[in-house]
């Protein structure tokens, strides 16, 4: 009989493998399969499900913000006015006036402005548009005259029918669209109503944002986690630096736009200058679009009243001013105040203007202004967090890398723009009022 092997006897201890082959295919067969991942796939799917992260939190946001827009689109109008009056209230309290006082005046100042410059466009719009409707009369009627002289070798019988087959249908369509006329009528005195309130709101808000803004700023960051509440409210001032910068430019942008279209319009003896300036002024808030639109309607004004020839130089003017404001004004004033980019302007008024209409278009570019500084400011103070840790570490020499401010507030870089950033954080702080 013959002897079993050390292997197969029990108990007995099995040989290591020797060859070098042997041993890595029993160590590939022993553990678990792990599939490979490159390191660049995992990095996009990181990005990927983070930014789809983002994309959702930004989506319930919007969703959220449109359904309170009757109170969201007020506040968003007081911050403007507020952001734009702010220097203006902060001058008469160095001059000894008390804060309430300074804010009432300013604000009821630029309430009777508005109101002035609305009544003066309704009386010209009174005045004007008859003597505009009783032009566009004579111009039809000539249109018929020269149609009635046959230059076309058209019977006369043939325009008369269709002339009087267009009247119909136009009949024909109003008389259908009684009810919803009606409707809209309706429609439209809650839409005033509605308007109404939300002005109210507005002004009420402007006041208290005027008033006691600064503390406003820190009795919100107070809700926030002791943490959060310094780099909250740095980039909160940094936001509303920006935006006050914002307003205050775009009113000399608008100024000079409606200032330059509506000169042009009264050397051409155009019609309702006044309401056609200050339309101008206002669209112009409403970048790229409102230019243009304007810039179309001042032309159709001037063919309507004065002719081919006056429409055309009306168009070169508008022209004129708009390349001036976007190869001028824009790069020496918006550009140096509010680091936008163009695209960003674009896509911005179309978001804005896609998700909630004419006031989105407003609003978008101001919103977008104020959140890139904020995140500029988030930006900065990690880095100098970083750079702090890394020297404390000793990751980085006191002498390497560049150099921190000297005080805890980190908001300090080179330019004096900066600097007076930095002035208004610490004011925040510190309660006082904010330029």
């Known amino acids: 009989m013959t002897k079993k092997s050390s292997k197969e006897q029990p108990g007995t201890a099995v040989k290591p493998l020797t060859d070098p082959a042997m041993a890595d295919a029993y160590r590939l067969q022993s553990r678990s ?28 946001l919007l969703w959220l913000l449109g359904k309170v827009t009757y109170v969201l689109i007020p506040l968003l109008v007081a911050l403007l006015i507020s952001a734009l009056l702010t220097p203006l209230v902060n001058f008469l309290v160095r001059h000894k006036w008390p804060r309430a006082a300074a804010a009432a005046m300013v604000l009821l100042s630029f309430i009777l402005v508005v109101v002035g410059l609305l009544a003066l466009v309704g009386q010209q719009l009174v005045t004007g548009i008859i003597d505009l409707t009783s032009t566009t009369m004579k111009g039809v009627d000539a249109i018929a005259t020269w149609l009635q002289s046959n230059p076309l070798g058209l019977d006369s019988s043939v325009i008369a029918q269709a002339v009087a087959d267009g009247t119909q249908q136009v009949n024909t369509f109003l008389s259908e669209q009684k009810g919803k006329i009606a409707t809209g009528v309706v429609g439209a005195a809650t839409s005033v109503g509605s308007f109404f309130a939300g002005m109210l709101i507005s002004l009420f808000a402007t006041f208290f944002f005027l008033l006691e803004g600064s503390t ?24 509303w630096v920006a935006l006050g910068q914002y307003a205050r430019i ?15 319009a009264l050397i051409l003896g155009v019609p309702l200058v006044i ?49 001036v404001e976007s190869n001028v004004l824009q790069p020496f004033l918006m550009g140096k105040a509010v680091s936008v980019h163009p695209l960003a302007v674009v896509l911005a008024v179309a978001v804005g203007s896609y998700q909630f209409g004419i006031v989105g278009a407003l609003f978008a570019v101001p919103v ?11 930006a900065e103070l990690s880095s100098q967090q970083m750079l702090a840790d890394a020297r404390r570490e000793g990751v980085i020499a006191p002498g390497e890398g560049p150099e921190l401010p ?13 600097r007076r950033r930095t002035v208004i954080i610490s004011d925040f702080k510190e309660g006082k009022p904010a330029d």
């Open 250 to 264: 775009q009113v000399i942008v608008a100024a000079v736009d409606a200032l330059g279209i509506g000169i042009g």
């Open 406 to 418: 000297d005080d805890d507030s980190s908001t300090q870089v080179g330019s004096s723009q900066d």
């Open 368 to 378: 977008v202004a104020s959140v890139s500084a904020a995140i500029g400011y988030l």
């Open 216 to 239: 406003i700023a820190r009795w919100i960051t107070r809700l926030l986690p002791v943490p959060a509440r310094e780099p909250a409210l740095g980039a909160a001032t940094r936001g």
């Open 275 to 323: 309401p056609l300036t200050v339309l101008i002024f206002l669209a112009s808030f409403i970048p790229i679009v409102g230019a243009v639109a304007t810039g179309i309607i001042a032309v159709l004004l001037a063919l309507v009243a004065k002719g081919f020839v006056h429409a055309i130089v009306m168009l070169a003017i508008v022209l004129f001013v708009q390349q």
């Open 33 to 60: 399969y792990v599939p490979f991942v490159s390191r660049g796939l995992r990095l996009a799917a990181a990005w990927s499900w983070r930014s789809l992260v983002v994309l959702a939190a930004v989506a319930v």
